[in-house]
């Protein structure tokens, strides 16, 4: 059982330059390296939270949060955790000052319980969406009955600057 | 209760046996632990409440003699049963995947088959809610009808988990049960279906599990693994995986450079542009030197001008699309680059697959 979020950059031809990362996370003491892929990825872990941090040099970010086992429950915080997961790695690596992200906020909840938390916090999910976009869609994209991948967008195109704030505190 | 179906004793109880049947079908073939069995009149409903309790379905099973299943059908005699128990769910299980599934012997016909290709894009493919509503054009009264009153978010929940089982004629489902009962070492599973549906006869309804047809049949119906794949794979299979990856990578992903939008729209625009005023500079000098009346010419003129509208506008959206394009053609390949890379780094690549092959 596991829930993601992940944003990626705007222009796919930028790289994310992985060791400026690492150096920028060298200076603060909130991240651990778990597992770095030269030319692939960086894996962290918060120090203070439970959860990790993927980011790939092809412009993606993930901020995961793991469930072992499928008995246990989804946080009633989960979304806001992991918003505030991504803002919080953003804001430490500076990477809103160097990058423009893309108009879009993705979620992923897999495990048995996935639809039904999807449905609980559908709400919420909208929420979201409205808070960063205004008028937007909720999309949702299932494969099998226990993963579920949602993609919230705006409607219609939304300025450059709002693009850049997308994630500041 | 509702007038749907066969009303002759004879296909009635052949209608109850083929509802039976899908019950028992779920229970042994699906893999479900446990259903209720709900009896109204002439329809039974199968509430089958997912492993764990995470997800609730109400399954409404339809047995036709003839012909195929309409969406006029549905809206009249499957809909509303189908809505109630979804209400009463959301009131209880509001937390749970709620689930609504039609289960039926005949073809869907037309209207039916793009009603559902549309709700089951709602989850798979990532159409919002106004996109369903605006692609249901082609059934508009009879979606009015459902919609009729009802919350839009209630809606969207609802056809986001509306399902049609694909036709399953009364044999082909015993057979699957059969087969079923085969795999798990039961001894003449035909005797032993005849004595469930004698179980089911005789308990009409309430919750079944599939605890109680084990000890009926005196035999643990190991649980099916629903995956159609294999689970194990050979070395081959994986490194031919790798090589489709390449194939989809280069067919789907992006082949272009990136052009930017506005050059893009001046490429096209521009030699439109240039062609209309030279056009019209030429039809205009007609005026009063040719046969032509001034009002053709000047309405000739106008149409350049509209044409030259509709092409700036056209283009742009072109513009606007296939820098979409790009972009999603360009993730498309980043994501199967990085599945390429993962894979690489765990020894399956390319080389090898182009060397075996």
């Known amino acids: 059982m596991k829930a993601e979020i992940d944003v990626l950059l705007r222009d796919p031809c930028k790289k994310i330059d992985l060791a400026l990362i690492e150096s920028s996370l060298e200076r603060s003491n909130l991240y651990n390296i778990i597992h770095k892929v030269s030319g692939n990825y960086l894996l962290l872990s918060d120090n203070f939270n439970n959860y990790k941090i993927r980011v790939h040099e092809d412009g993606r970010i993930y901020v995961r949060k793991d469930y072992g086992s499928e008995k246990e429950c989804f946080d009633e915080n989960l979304v806001r955790e992991l918003i505030n997961g991504l803002k919080k790695f953003l804001y430490t690596t500076k990477f809103l000052s160097n990058f423009t992200l893309q108009n879009e906020i993705n979620f992923s909840f897999s495990g048995k319980k996935a639809y039904g938390y999807f449905w609980k916090k559908y709400s919420e999910l909208n929420s979201i969406g409205e808070e960063y976009f205004s008028d937007h869609n909720l999309r949702t994209y299932t494969s099998d009955s226990e993963s579920i991948y949602i993609k919230l967008e705006p409607v219609s195109p939304i300025s450059e600057h709002a693009c850049v704030n997308l994630f500041c505190i | 209760m509702s007038g749907f179906g066969d009303t002759s004793g004879v296909t009635s109880e052949k209608g109850y046996n083929y509802q039976k049947l899908v019950a028992v079908y779920y229970l ?199 995956n159609e794949e294999n689970t194990s794979y050979s070395k081959p299979e994986i490194h031919k995986s790798l090589l489709d990856l390449e194939t989809i990578k280069t067919k789907y992903g992006v082949k272009e450079d990136y052009s930017d939008k506005d050059d893009l729209i001046r490429n096209m625009v521009s030699p439109v542009r240039k062609a209309s005023k030279r056009f019209i500079y030429h039809i205009d000098s007609l005026k009063g030197i040719s046969d032509f009346p001034l009002e053709e010419i000047d309405e000739a003129c106008d149409i350049i001008s509209s044409d030259l509208n509709r092409v700036q506008v056209t283009a742009s959206k072109i513009a606007e699309l296939k820098n979409d394009l790009w972009l999603h053609e360009t993730n498309y390949k980043h994501a199967i680059v990085s599945m390429q890379q993962t894979a690489a780094k765990f020894g399956i690549e390319l080389g090898d697959v182009e060397n075996e092959s």
């Open chain 2, 28 to 226: 042994i073939a699906n893999g479900v632990s446990e259903i209720e069995y709900e009896v109204d009149g002439e329809d039974i409903s199968i509430i089958n409440e997912g492993p764990d309790r995470n997800s609730i379905e109400y399954i409404q099973v339809k047995q036709l003699s003839t012909g195929s299943f309409s969406l006029g059908k549905f809206r009249a005699d499957v809909f509303p049963q189908l809505w109630n128990a979804y209400i009463t769910a959301l009131e209880k299980h509001s937390d749970k995947a709620i689930l609504s599934t039609l289960v039926t012997n005949v073809s869907w016909d037309n209207s039916l088959r793009r009603f559902y290709q549309n709700c089951n894009s709602l989850h798979e493919q990532g159409i919002s809610f106004t996109q369903f509503e605006g692609s249901l054009k082609f059934c508009e009264r009879d979606y009015k009808k459902m919609k009729n009153g009802r919350e839009r978010e209630e809606l969207n929940r609802f056809f986001w988990g509306f399902n049609i089982q694909h036709s399953f004629t009364l044999e082909q489902i015993q057979s699957k049960i059969v087969e079923s009962m085969n795999k798990s070492n039961v001894r003449e599973p035909r005797t032993e279906l005849a004595k469930i549906m004698q179980f089911f006869s005789e308990k009409q309804q309430g919750r079944i599990t599939r605890r109680q047809i084990e000890q009926l049949i005196g035999k643990d119906l190991k649980p099916i693994v629903n």
